[in-house]
């Protein structure tokens, strides 16, 4: 399996190229030339393709051969960074790969997710600063995904929630719906949601899903998991 990591040196690029070398799989990644440096552990053992991830030059040359693509999107600066990252990802990707996309809960496939007060009053001011510093645009990762969605690629986007660092607790949980029980406790270790990214490659069931994911430990999956439970020994029972 060969992998291409695009956005290899940051936080959850790095935990996934780590995810993909334990696997065995042979892994390229791209990140900015000032970053490369961060990848000095593993670089006897992959690619670096240097560069800005929405150079599409840049990312024909990493995806070339690859099986699989995992997107880090993050919508830097005012030039459609996100946008241009996905749109190269998908006109270069071989045929048939798999193509994974972070991004967080605000992104919504159908419409049909409920955000709380609360949520949306963090997200809409932080858009709004972001945006007035001219540091992230939020609206190009919406824009990112509505392409992706569009696609006909084989695309997943997984929509992280809150995130806190630490060991591994597992393959986290997922819904479609950021308001359904089992997401309530919105915390995810990094470190999971990029096994759940890598994980992603070789699951077909997430092919055209936008899955929400949290920790397979917190207390909303634990208590969702017990009464899913209970709900098929009684099935069985009656
Ligand atoms: N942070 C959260 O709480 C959270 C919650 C839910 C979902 N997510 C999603 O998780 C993914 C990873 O986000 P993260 O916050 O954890 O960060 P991260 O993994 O550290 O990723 C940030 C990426 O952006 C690059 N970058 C940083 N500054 C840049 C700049 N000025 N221009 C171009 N690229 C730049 C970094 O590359 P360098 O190594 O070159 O700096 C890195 O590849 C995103 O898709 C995000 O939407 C995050």
Redesign the pocket.
């Known amino acids: 399996m060969k992998v291409c990591i695009v956005?290899a040196?940051?936080?959850?690029?790095q935990y996934m190229l780590q995810h993909c070398l334990e696997r065995g799989y042979e892994v390229v990644g791209v990140?900015?030339e000032?970053?490369v440096e961060?990848l000095d552990p593993w670089k006897d053992r992959m690619t670096i393709v240097p560069g800005a991830t929405n150079d599409r030059d840049v990312i024909q040359k990493a995806v070339r051969g690859c099986d699989a693509v995992l997107s880090?999107?993050?919508p830097?600066?005012m030039n459609n960074?996100s946008s241009g990252t996905a749109q190269a990802v998908m006109d270069f990707a071989e045929p048939g790969a798999r193509l994974i996309f972070?991004?967080?809960w605000h992104i919504t496939k159908d419409g049909k997710d409920k955000y709380s007060w609360v949520f949306k009053s963090v997200i809409a001011a932080a858009g709004w600063l972001a945006r007035l510093f001219r540091v992230v645009d939020l609206n190009d990762q919406v824009e990112a995904c509505r392409r992706i969605f569009a696609s006909d690629t084989r695309w997943t986007v997984v929509r992280?929630?809150?995130?806190e660092e630490g060991e591994s607790q597992g393959l986290p949980v997922w819904s479609h719906h950021v308001q359904d029980p089992i997401l309530k406790s919105n915390i995810t270790r990094?470190t999971d949601f990029a096994l759940f990214m890598v994980d992603a490659i070789t699951n077909d069931r997430l092919v055209h899903e936008a899955p929400a994911i949290v920790s397979c430990q917190s207390d909303s999956a634990l208590e969702h998991g017990v009464k899913q439970l209970e709900g098929k020994v009684q099935r069985v029972v009656s």
Do not use: T
């Open positions: 956005g040196s940051g936080k959850l690029g990140c900015r000032k970053s961060k880090v999107l993050v830097w600066g960074y972070s991004c967080g992280g929630s809150d995130l990094r």
